[in-house]
């Protein structure tokens, strides 16, 4: 069982800088692949950035490629999302999920554990 707390988010004007933490519980997060996905009212969880457990597979969604960059502390069993040159459209919930399967998948279903979320407002 892994409880996941994401921490980070607010409010920031286009162009600016945040960096999203997601805290795992737990002794075997190094074991688990992370994924950042995001969410906005009407609209389904879209993959954001993933990480597997060995670091040699890091995938990220076309819109955020350039931008966002996922790494992972294992010692402090913590995965991050630093996010720069923030657009308005990138405003949404942004949750983080571990599965122990191997690689980094893009589908919500491939990930058996799930935070609640921390809110990401980026004004024009």
């Known amino acids: 069982q892994v409880q996941l707390v994401e921490s980070g988010g607010g409010l920031v004007q286009a162009g600016g800088s945040l960096r999203l933490s997601c805290a795992a519980s737990?002794?075997?997060?190094?074991?688990?692949?992370m994924g950042w996905f995001r969410q906005t009212p009407g609209k389904g969880r879209e993959f954001v950035a993933g990480?597997?457990?060995?670091?040699?597979?890091?995938y990220y969604a076309e819109s955020v490629k350039g931008r966002f960059t996922i790494s992972r502390d294992d010692a402090r069993n913590t995965v991050y999302l630093q996010m720069n040159s923030l657009k308005p459209e990138d405003t949404a919930l942004y949750s983080c999920a571990a599965d122990r399967k191997p690689t980094v998948s893009v589908t919500i279903h491939e990930y058996a554990y799930w935070g609640q979320g921390t809110q990401v407002t980026v004004s024009s």
């Open positions: 737990g002794r075997t997060f190094s074991s688990y692949t």
């Open positions: 990480i597997n457990w060995s670091d040699d597979n890091i």
